[in-house]
């Protein structure tokens, strides 16, 4: 085991270091980044429900949330036709 006054950083984090996986894909790991990819898959997951009408809240600032979101869905649609179509011709 290392010493505290012979190397701070190893000694703090040595074992950890040892057993820590950090995905390839990402920068950082550890609780706070698993709680954050968490909620944000909720979001998403939630967002995506009220786009199809199941379990809208009766709350109008969420109401225009779901308008705006269902208003840049449908621009990018348009848009994505748009191109594909310009492309075959």
């Known amino acids: ?12 984090n040595g074992e950890w270091e040892k057993t ?4 390839a894909d ?12 968490e909620i944000e898959e909720l ?5 995506d429900k009220w786009l199809e009408g199941e379990d809208v809240p009766e709350d109008p600032i969420l109401a225009n949330f779901v308008k705006y979101h269902a208003m840049v869905r449908d621009s990018i649609s ?8 310009s492309f075959l011709y």
Not at 20 to 23: E, Q, W
Not at 26 to 37: C, V
Not at 78 to 85: A, D, F, N, P, Y
């Open 78 to 85: 348009e848009k994505q036709t748009e191109l594909s179509q």
């Open 43 to 47: 979001m998403l997951t939630t967002t």
């Open 20 to 23: 820590a996986v950090i995905p």
């Open 1 to 12: 085991m290392t010493r505290y006054q012979d190397d701070f950083y190893d000694a703090i």
């Open 26 to 37: 990402k920068s950082r790991t550890g609780g706070f980044i698993d709680l954050d990819e």
